[in-house]
């Protein structure tokens, strides 16, 4: 138990550092069969979003996507604690006015454009599931983000060409993000397969630093939780018990 306490923080620093998709799925082929036992699953987790800002004139939903890992601790038959970390995972909102970049010929470029909001975090959900009707779970709890990069990307098509300006908006908006996270999951494979998740998170925190009125992200997640080397932990466990049944 104690080793799986280890890897377990080993891979969300890991995670944290080196968070490419290549990284996040490497950690999850090295570790996956480590890490899973009777009371841990371990898995990547990732899909598409819908993102928008509060308070924000003229914002519109956008759709973007995120991954990462999660682990599931077992407390019972119908009840988890789920936690992980999402280092591929963006807020923000799309269909804003430009604004002045303080510069005449961009200013001139882009009037009549568009500007998507892209803010960079390191999310990390924290849930309880219950489990209530076969492998249908219902799941509530908070979501802390590290904001790290972010940016406002101005967008205009001139005469059929793409024209595109990204100004660097990061320190805008608050280092850390909170609020509260509701959602529902179906598991497959009569309990024993990936899961499919719907999930919705409104922000707690005004993160906009200067724009007057209280700006919070909100989030619609649709993801699927893949465990990574269950199976294979799964028949270690049956080998080193003896039961013949779970070792096939």
Known sequence: MNKRIFLFLLTIFIGVYSPSAKAQVLISLLLGDKLNSDWLEFGLEGGGCLLNMTNTPGSEMMLNWQLGFYFDFKVNTKLFISTGVLVKSKMGTEGLTPYSLDNVNLDTVFTGGTVQRKI?????????????????????????????????????????????????????????????????????????????????YFGFVDVNKVTEGSQHNTAFYFSAAIPIGKGKAEKKAAEKSGDPEKQN
């Open 120 to 200: 960079n975090y390191f999310n990390v959900p924290g849930t309880v599931k219950y489990r209530f009707i076969d492998y249908l779970h219902a799941e509530g709890g908070i979501q802390l983000g590290l904001r790290y990069t972010g940016f406002d990307e101005f967008k205009q098509e001139i005469d059929g060409d793409d024209l595109e300006y990204s100004n660097d908006v990061k320190n805008n908006f608050t280092r850390l993000d909170a609020g509260g996270l509701v959602g529902l999951g179906y598991k497959l494979k009569q309990g024993k397969g990936m899961s499919l998740n719907a999930r919705y």
